[in-house]
């Protein structure tokens, strides 16, 4: 017979019947009829939807979907009929990480439900939930900072911002393909140590200083090198433990360093669409870390828009992936309106699109920054520059200078060594 006709009644009967003759044990009931295990469970199986194997009690895998019975004129059962069909899944339960993104169903020509199908995806928001809650339940076990002595003399009424964005940790680049140099994980954590003693050598000794990083300061989010919103392949260099470990100390060795040049530090750390999770691990970490040291004080806003204010100077943060330079002066004022109305210069930075723009509204000056890092394969369809500034604003007359420093002016010193 092909195994593509239909089982007859007869043969689903002769399956029954030798089941429920050897107490329903099916190993026996198939050495009786001469069939393979399997052929008995399949025939079985059809016994079952066709109502041969009785109701009492349901059988395993099956269930009652409809009962039918037939009295006569005196009101005495007459025959009873029982539809069985094959049992249900259990509840559905929604997979840990993941978020219902839609349903989908079959129904029939009045509308009613047939089949349903629950589509689901990555919730990167329960992640970032979780990965906050697993943070906040690991602190009192982090390592604290030992304070360290501050400098002995500061401008006080000046404050520095050290800014950098997108680097990328973790990203590959190489030179003979994008021809905007080679970059890799090493490569990454050099250049921002090495940026930083430039500028922070040639900054002047103001009292406050800002470590504003804008975030994508990593290049993936998780162990699949792909951006956590859209799964865009990304050119990746390292494994995701690798990263965590140089972007920590990465982070150590600066604050150390700008503790040594200034009285305060505020640390900004910007959620982004490469690392919206790793930004969050990042402040809360950093929070932890220096909670002995008061003169650092970490923002752990998980908000996406951060601001700091400094005497009659309001400097607001975002990285540029929600708003661009042409509508995110009215957001800022929007979310920070106390502070907005207590300063009389506001300055807005943002990151993104690794290039520079600096735009004046009649709210406040918005500036997109580009970033250190070389471009990958895809970012070299763009022309961008790679430097980083430090911008330095006085508390009662706003911007008052900046410097800027290139990754060419850091790398030449590496030649200089070398040589």
């Not at 009662?396 to 060594?417: D, H, L, P, Y």
Request: negative net charge.
């Amino acid at each position: 017979m092909s195994k593509f006709q239909p089982i007859s009644d007869e043969i689903a009967q002769q399956a029954a019947d030798a089941y429920l003759a050897a107490d329903k044990n099916k190993a026996q009931a198939a050495v009786a009829l001469g069939w393979k295990r399997e052929t008995l469970r399949d025939r079985l199986k059809i016994a079952g939807e066709r109502g041969m194997l009785g109701t009492e009690p349901v059988v395993e895998g099956f269930r009652i979907s409809q009962t039918t019975a037939h009295y006569d004129g005196d009101g005495n059962l007459k025959a009873e009929f029982i539809q069985q069909k094959p049992e249900r899944g259990g509840v559905f339960e929604l997979p840990a990480g993941q978020k219902i993104k839609g349903v989908s169903a079959l129904v029939n020509e009045d509308g009613r439900e047939i089949v349903k199908w629950i589509k689901t995806g990555e919730d990167h928001e329960g992640q970032i939930a979780l990965m906050r809650a697993a943070i906040d339940a690991l602190k009192d076990d982090l390592p604290r900072a030992e304070p360290i002595a501050a400098p002995r003399y500061t401008i006080a009424h000046l404050i520095n911002q050290y800014t950098i964005t997108d680097q990328h940790l973790g990203a590959l680049a190489w030179n003979e393909e994008t021809g905007a140099g080679d970059y890799d994980l090493h490569i990454g954590e050099r250049l921002v140590i090495d940026w930083f003693a430039q500028a922070i050598a040639q900054s002047p000794p103001a009292k406050r200083a800002v470590f504003a990083q804008l975030g994508d300061f990593l290049h993936y989010d998780s162990f699949k090198s792909i951006t956590p919103e859209h799964g865009h392949q990304l050119d990746s260099d390292s494994r995701y433990p690798k990263m965590v470990r140089a972007a920590i100390r990465i982070l150590r060795t600066v604050i150390r360093m700008l503790l040594e040049k200034h009285e305060q530090v505020d640390v900004i750390m910007c959620d982004a669409n490469h690392d919206p999770a790793g930004e969050v691990w990042l402040r809360e970490m950093l929070a932890a870390f220096y909670e002995d040291e008061p003169r650092v004080k970490v923002d752990t806003n998980p908000g996406t828009y951060s601001v700091i204010e400094h005497g009659a100077v309001s400097l607001f943060y975002h990285h540029g992936h929600r708003r661009g330079t042409k509508n995110v002066d009215s957001l800022l004022v929007g979310k920070f309106r106390e502070v907005y109305g207590r300063t009389k210069y506001s300055y807005a930075h943002t990151g993104h699109k690794h290039a520079d723009e600096l735009v004046t509204t009649d709210l406040m000056k918005v500036e997109q920054h580009e970033t250190l890092a070389a471009p990958d394969a895809y970012g070299s369809n763009w022309m961008s520059g790679r430097s980083a500034k430090v911008i330095n604003y006085h508390e009662q007359f706003g911007e008052v200078g900046r410097i800027t420093v290139s990754a060419a002016m850091v790398m030449n010193n590496w030649k200089q060594v070398a040589a």
